[in-house]
C-alpha cells in the first residue's frame, strides 16, 4: 500500500556538490557498451550540447571540460564524445556557505539530483535501481520501497516519482529522451555503415594514444551534420517527449 508521498527538500547541506565521485551521475548512452572507450573517468557528466554554455564558467577556475566516454569512428578517424566530464571532484563554485554561483546554468547532472537518466528504461526492464544512500536527507532504501515504489501501478509509481521530486524528475526525463535519440540514431548510422565503430575491448596502448590525439566531436553534433538537423529540433524533442508524459503522469 503506498502511503502518502512528500515533496523533497534540499537542505543545502552541500555534499553531492564537495564530492562529485561519491554520486553515481552517469549520463550518456547505455547500449553500445562494445564499442564505448573511457577516456577520462567520468567527475561530474555533461552533455555535449551542455558544454559550450559551461566551459568557460569552469576554465575561469581552472577546471577543464574533457571527454568522459566516445565511440571511435573509423571511417572518418574521429572521436564522436557522447559524455564528457569535468577533471575535478570539488565543485569549484560552491562557496563556503553551500550556494552554487552558476545555479541557474547547472548541468542536467546537477539539477536531477537525487535521481539519475534512466528511470523509464529501468521501470520497463524491472530493474529500477535507485541510488538510496546518496543524500542523507531523502528517503532511506525502506521509506522509499514504502511511499515510491508501486510495481503493479506504473503509472502510480511515475506519478510517485514526480509528486517527490518534480524538477529533478522532469530534467530526469528530459535527459532519458535525449539520451534514446541518440542511442536510436547512433545504431542506425552503425547499421547503415555510416559510423564504423572500432571495438574498444582490448585496446592496445598504441591505438588508446591515436584516439586520445584524435580529432573530436559531440554525439549532437555528429547527428545535427550528418542529417541536417539543428540542437534545438533535438532538444525540442526531447522536451516535447517530457511534456506530454508529465502530461499524462499528472491526468492519471
Known sequence: MVTEVKEFQCLKCGDCCKDTLSVNKN??????SEYMYL????????????????????????VNIVPSTLIYDLNSKTSIVIQYTTDMTLCP????SNDCLIYKHRPITCKIFPLKIGILKEIADNIFGFDMGKCRFDY???EFNEKIIDE????????????????AFK????????DLFCNIKLDEFIQSGIIKPFTASGIEKKFRTKIRKSKSIGISEFIQE???????????????????????????
Open 171 to 178: 530534467f530526469a526525463l528530459f535527459g532519458e529522451f535525449y
Open 93 to 96: 563554485h560552491l562557496t563556503e
Open 39 to 62: 577516456h577520462t573517468a567520468p567527475s561530474l557528466p555533461i552533455f555535449d550540447w551542455e558544454k559550450p554554455n559551461l566551459e568557460t564558467r569552469f576554465q575561469t577556475k581552472g
Open 226 to 252: 550528418t542529417l541536417d538537423v539543428t540542437e534545438k529540433e533535438i532538444l525540442d524533442y526531447a522536451d516535447m517527449m517530457t511534456e506530454n508524459l508529465i502530461n499524462d503522469i499528472k491526468s492519471n
Open 27 to 32: 549520463i550518456g548512452t547505455g547500449f553500445f
Open 152 to 167: 503493479t501501478n506504473e503509472p502510480q509509481f511515475l506519478l510517485n516519482l514526480y509528486i517527490r521530486y518534480k524538477d
Open 140 to 142: 532511506s532504501l525502506e
